[in-house]
Nanobody, 119 residues
Framework: QVQLVESGGGLVQTGGSLRLSCAAS????????IGWFRQAPGKEREFVAG????????RFADSVKGRFTISRDNTKNTVYLQMNSLKPEDTAVYYC????????????WGQGTQVTVSS
């Protein structure tokens, strides 16, 4: 059974930082592209960042470029999303996804973790 479990969300002030983790089990993690998506109330789920399986190449949504970084540790089956200079518009539920395709398709999804940025 495939599981993706996100952690690290919480409440932070504008300008603060958080690091999200996505721990995977039940799949050959090192051969999967992993992505982070987010969904704010009343909005569609949107792509945030992704990391490739082959060369750990990364891609980011324009809205987070220069503020967020993504990394993976295949020895721990975990992907991290480091979020800096957070803004109120970053408030959303953040989901990790395995074998994702933009705009919002994936083979597997986590249950999500809430990130709230106060102004």
């Amino acid at each position: 059974q495939v599981q993706l479990v996100e952690s690290g969300g919480g409440l932070v002030q504008t300008g603060g930082s958080l690091r999200l983790s996505c721990a995977a089990s039940g799949l050959p993690f090192s051969t999967y592209n992993i992505g982070w998506f987010r969904q704010a109330p009343g909005k569609e789920r949107e792509f945030v960042a992704g990391i490739g399986w082959k060369d750990s190449s990364t891609r980011f949504a324009d809205s987070v470029k220069g503020r967020f970084t993504i990394s993976r540790d295949n020895t721990k089956n975990t992907v991290y999303l480091q979020m800096n200079s957070l803004k109120p518009e970053d408030t959303a539920v953040y989901y990790c996804a395995a074998n994702y395709k933009i705009p919002r398709v994936a083979d597997y999804w986590g249950q999500g973790t809430q990130v709230t940025v106060s102004s």
